[in-house]
T-cell receptor
Framework: AQTVTQSQPEMSVQEAETVTLSCTYDTSESNYYLFWYKQPPSRQMILVIR??????QNATENRFSVNFQKAAKSFSLKISDSQLGDTAMYFC??????????FGEGTQLTVNP | DTGVSQDPRHKITKRGQNVTFRCDPISEHNRLYWYRQTLGQGPEFLTYFQNEAQLEKSRLLSDRFSAERPKGSFSTLEIQRTEQGDSAMYLCASSPAEDEQYFGPGTRLTVT
């Protein structure tokens, strides 16, 4: 079974600053994927970034990047130059090949002007 | 690409009634997933289909729940004899084989 833990229920950051959201996971699989999803107040889940576990290079998507530490089973999300539109609930998730997503409890991020 | 759609967006029902939700995936996606999300929590997996075959069901999916995807296109999720504990957001997602899942807007169910 897979488990995902997000230890920060809420975080806040000033506009234009950088914030890091933490995530740890546990899995017995050797081949898996990691994701960060964003759920704005409208509640439609949007993919932010994904990482294949076999890749050592950390994924980057514009202002979003991850710090993937496979041995520590850690997968944090860094948001640079935070914008008001980044305000949302962020979920860390794992997926083994072609199957279910297992989500963490979420971190509510608020970007303040 | 019109995205994943779900209908209805909101449903209020009385305890004991049956409800059915529909999900239309992105057209070329052969995998379809159902999740349930309660307030303040992450989504929990319910079941998933590859084409018309239901390949996995969670223990959360009690006998009162049934899902179908008859022609490998849209899917329905039915809850019989609803209980107050069924109140939640029901999310549908689709993916093309082994790839990221695209989520719909969800159906919010309130059981009174």
């Amino acid at each position: 079974a897979q488990t995902v833990t997000q230890s920060q229920p809420e975080m806040s950051v000033q506009e234009a600053e950088t914030v890091t959201l933490s995530c740890t996971y546990d899995t017995s699989e050797s081949n898996y994927y990691l994701f960060w999803y964003k759920q704005p107040p409208s509640r439609q889940m949007i993919l932010v970034i994904r990482q294949e576990a076999y890749k050592q290079q950390n994924a980057t998507e514009n202002r979003f990047s991850v710090n993937f530490q496979k041995a520590a089973k850690s997968f944090s999300l860094k948001i640079s130059d935070s914008q008001l539109g980044d305000t949302a609930m962020y979920f860390c998730a794992t997926e083994t090949s072609g199957s279910r997503l297992t989500f963490g409890e979420g971190t509510q991020l608020t970007v303040n002007p | 690409d019109t995205g994943v759609s779900q209908d209805p967006r909101h449903k209020i029902t009385k305890r004991g009634q049956n409800v059915t939700f529909r999900c239309d995936p992105i057209s070329e996606h052969n995998r379809l997933y159902w999740y349930r999300q309660t307030l303040g929590q992450g989504p929990e997996f319910l079941t998933y289909f590859q084409n018309e075959a239901q390949l996995e069901k969670s223990r959360l999916l009690s006998d009162r729940f049934s899902a179908e995807r008859p022609k490998g296109s849209f899917s329905t999720l039915e809850i019989q004899r609803t209980e107050q504990g069924d109140s939640a957001m029901y999310l549908c997602a689709s993916s093309p084989a082994e790839d990221e899942q695209y989520f719909g807007p969800g159906t919010r169910l309130t059981v009174t």
